[in-house]
């Protein structure tokens, strides 16, 4: 009933931006939190940033600084910008949202994932 599809990532330099969207549609209620995962290869799934339907916001220790994450309600989207990135950076990236649909069902999605690279 309810899916997420990212978009915005690709091959980037250190230093470089990114920006990325997530999209949710279906038959939804109200999204409680949103969510950036990324993953690397060999590692945990790691939580980078979140945001409540309320706006307030986390950062993991290793982007704070450097990354802002920010949503459009209306659209049902958020958006993940990543500033001076860095190699260590380079990770599959997920979004992740959960919620309520209109029938009154929890959900708890996730996105394909979209390639962010940081290299010369």
């Known amino acids: 009933q309810v899916q997420l599809v990212e978009s915005g990532g690709g091959l980037v330099q250190p230093g470089g931006s990114l920006r990325l969207s997530c999209t949710a549609s279906?038959?939804?209620?109200?999204?409680?939190?949103c969510g950036w995962y990324r993953q690397a290869p060999g590692k945990e799934r790691e939580l980078v940033a979140s945001?409540?339907?309320?706006?307030?916001?986390y950062y993991a220790d290793s982007v704070k600084g450097r990354f802002t994450i920010s949503r459009d309600n209306a659209k049902n989207t958020v958006y993940l910008q990543m500033n001076d990135l860095k190699p260590e950076d380079t990770a599959v990236y997920y979004c992740?949202?959960?919620?309520?649909?209109?029938?009154?069902?929890?959900?708890?999605?996730w996105g394909q994932g979209t390639q962010v690279t940081v290299s010369s």
């Open positions: 945001i409540t339907s309320a706006g307030s916001t």
């Open positions: 992740n949202a959960n919620g309520i649909t209109t029938l009154y069902r929890q959900f708890n999605g």
């Open positions: 279906g038959t939804i209620y109200s999204i409680y939190a």
